[in-house]
């Protein structure tokens, strides 16, 4: 079974600031890959997805997001943070060729943009 | 087109009661999910439709709870009778499944509260 792990549970930027956020998962093959943002009283909304090919994906907002299969991470990172990115970042894995539905999803990360 | 609409947005509710929570899928999607969302577990997946066809729900936490898809724009999660642990937002999602897996398109969620 696949799994997700977001070693941070909140981090705290400077506004203009760079941010990675990082996400490990565990899969036996490539899996299906996604970044999810959460603000607050809202559902979640897609950032990016990676599935084959280049392994640098981009999404919205100006987040990108990069995938190493040896470490088996897909770390989300953004250049310029804006007050507006404050919110919680969930990472997903997928099995391949299957439903995007079967996604497991990371505990979040929270992210505090301080002015 | 409209989002994946859920209703109610906030529901609170005595123990013993029974909880109905709605979902309308975006038009012409064919897979639906119901995933709940608590600080201490996070975010899980309680069950999914294809083409209005329960396919997996192994993630319902118990017989209390039970979900139903009568066509394809309609599905109810239902719990009877309520307990305090059931307080959670819970979350529809829906997506289109074809060749390769796309995006979960998520509600805005039902936030309930049992007393």
């Known amino acids: 079974a696949q799994s997700v792990t977001q070693p941070d549970i909140h981090i705290t930027v400077s506004e203009g600031a760079s941010l990675e956020l990082r996400c490990n998962y565990s899969y036996g093959a490539t899996p299906y890959l996604f970044w999810y943002v959460q603000s607050p009283g809202q559902g979640l909304q897609l950032l990016l997805k990676y599935f084959s090919g280049d392994t640098l994906v981009q999404g919205i907002k100006g987040f990108e997001a990069e995938f190493k299969r040896s470490q088996s991470s897909f770390n989300l990172r953004k250049p310029s943070v804006h007050w507006s990115d404050a919110a919680e970042y969930f990472c997903?894995?997928?099995?391949?060729?299957?439903?995007?539905?079967?996604?497991?999803f990371g505990d979040g990360t929270t992210l505090t943009v301080k002015p | 087109d409209a989002g994946v609409i859920q209703s109610p947005r906030h529901e609170v509710t005595e123990m013993g009661q029974e909880v109905t929570l709605r979902c309308k899928p975006i038009?012409?999607?064919?897979?639906l999910f119901w995933y709940r969302q608590t600080m201490m577990r996070g975010l899980e997946l309680l069950i999914y439709?294809?083409?209005?066809?329960?396919?997996?729900d192994s993630g319902m936490p118990e017989d209390r709870f039970s979900a139903k898809m009568p066509n394809a724009s309609f599905s109810t999660l239902k719990i009877q009778p309520s307990e305090p642990r059931d307080s959670a937002v819970y979350f529809c999602?829906?997506?289109?499944?074809?060749?390769?897996?796309?995006?979960?398109?998520f509600g805005e969620g039902s936030r309930l509260t049992v007393l």
């Open positions: 439709f294809n083409n209005n066809v329960p396919i997996d």
């Open positions: 999602a829906s997506t289109l499944t074809t060749g390769l897996t796309g995006e979960l398109f």
């Open positions: 997903a894995v997928a099995p391949s060729n299957t439903n995007a539905g079967k996604s497991t």
């Open positions: 038009s012409g999607h064919n897979s």
